[in-house]
């Protein structure tokens, strides 16, 4: 299969089920908005995906427009940032819910909605200008750059939760719970979408003896399609519901080998 009819299918999957499921989920956010803490980072993480896939609508419908091309690959390289963008919020604020749980910010809804006029407003000066201008490098080592805050807020949340006496003794468990949970599918999302192809395309670019080969490629930008469905499932993580039965199982059999293995070890 060619490398543009590969990522043409993946469009039209995206299309047919990620783009009817983010309109489902954001009228669920709206609803639960009424009732409940606002989560304004990831509503603007869908939104970002919206615009993503209404890229891909009209990439795979515009054949034989090359400005319309054009157009759309810069449109979807600026949604792609500012999706990550609001994934490392995300992060970031689950977080600070764990390790500072008293800081006053964290919960702000005024606080977050100005964080996220600044992340639409800088990716909006550090993408398409660079795209345009062919700077392309800078884009891609710009996504390189929040590797460390995934890992720092995972390895810094499952520090706190797991010390004697625990951290955060106000947080409920399930919520730890949850929050775990997030942070681990947002440095997978993150490992398997957007870290191959910046990485690729950085290898390709300075390097001048860069073997291109179109598996390779076609399986990075395949990958960087699934990040509007990693996305979906986030949503399963922010409510209590079936999830939470299902992390508490996974905690509760860490426990239990914890303990075993305590018990089998002799006492002196």
Same mark, same amino acid.
């Given at each position: 299969?060619?490398?543009?009819?590969?990522?043409?299918?993946?469009?039209?999957?995206?299309?047919?089920?990620?783009?009817?499921?983010?309109?489902?989920?954001?009228?669920?956010?709206?609803?639960?908005?009424?009732?409940?803490?606002?989560?304004?980072?990831?509503?603007?993480?869908?939104?970002?995906?919206?615009?993503?896939?209404?890229?891909?609508?009209?990439?795979?419908?515009?054949?034989?427009?090359?400005?319309?091309?054009?157009?759309?690959?810069?449109?979807?390289?600026?949604?792609?940032?500012?999706?990550?963008?609001?994934?490392?919020?995300?992060?970031?604020?689950?977080?600070?819910?764990?390790?500072?749980?008293?800081?006053?910010?964290?919960?702000?809804?005024?606080?977050?909605?100005?964080?996220?006029?600044?992340?639409?407003? &800088?990716?909006? =000066? /550090?993408?398409?200008?660079?795209? $345009?201008?062919?700077?392309?490098?800078?884009?891609?080592?710009?996504? *390189? @750059?929040?590797?460390?805050?995934?890992i720092i807020c995972l390895a810094?949340?499952?520090?706190?939760?797991?010390?004697?006496?625990?951290?955060?003794?106000?947080?409920?468990?399930?919520?730890?719970?949850?929050?775990?949970?997030?942070?681990?599918?947002?440095?997978?999302?993150?490992?398997?979408?957007?870290?191959?192809?910046?990485?690729?395309? &950085?290898?390709? =670019? /300075?390097?001048?003896?860069?073997? $291109?080969?179109?598996?390779?490629?076609?399986?990075?930008?395949?990958? *960087? @399609?699934?990040?509007?469905?990693?996305?979906?499932?986030?949503?399963?993580?922010?409510?209590?519901?079936?999830?939470?039965?299902?992390?508490?199982?996974?905690?509760?059999?860490?426990?239990?080998?914890?303990?075993?293995?305590?018990?089998?070890?002799?006492?002196?």
């Amino acid at each position: 299969m060619d490398t543009d009819d590969a990522l043409r299918v993946m469009a039209w999957f995206n299309i047919s089920t990620c783009f009817p499921l983010a309109l489902v989920v954001i009228c669920c956010l709206c609803y639960k908005a009424r009732r409940d803490h606002v989560p304004v980072y990831y509503i603007n993480l869908i939104i970002s995906d919206l615009i993503q896939l209404s890229t891909m609508i009209v990439w795979v419908t515009k054949k034989n427009h090359d400005m319309v091309q054009y157009s759309c690959v810069v449109v979807y390289i600026f949604s792609v940032m500012t999706s990550l963008g609001f994934r490392m919020c995300i992060a970031l604020e689950r977080y600070f819910v764990i390790v500072c749980p008293q800081l006053p910010c964290i919960r702000q809804i005024k606080g977050s909605v100005w964080v996220c006029v600044a992340v639409w407003g &800088i990716f909006l =000066v /550090t993408v398409p200008l660079p795209v $345009y201008f062919e700077q392309d490098l800078f884009v891609y080592t710009l996504a *390189i @750059l929040p590797a460390p805050v995934f890992i720092i807020c995972l390895a810094g949340t499952l520090k706190s939760v797991l010390q004697t006496p625990p951290a955060a003794a106000s947080v409920p468990a399930e919520e730890k719970r949850r929050i775990l949970g997030i942070l681990v599918l947002l440095l997978l999302s993150y490992i398997l979408t957007i870290l191959p192809a910046a990485i690729m395309s &950085i290898i390709r =670019v /300075t390097s001048h003896y860069f073997y $291109y080969n179109k598996i390779i490629v076609m399986i990075s930008f395949i990958l *960087i @399609l699934l990040s509007p469905f990693l996305d979906l499932i986030l949503f399963v993580f922010l409510y209590k519901g079936p999830i939470d039965k299902l992390l508490m199982r996974l905690c509760c059999c860490r426990m239990q080998d914890a303990a075993a293995g305590d018990g089998s070890t002799p006492s002196v």
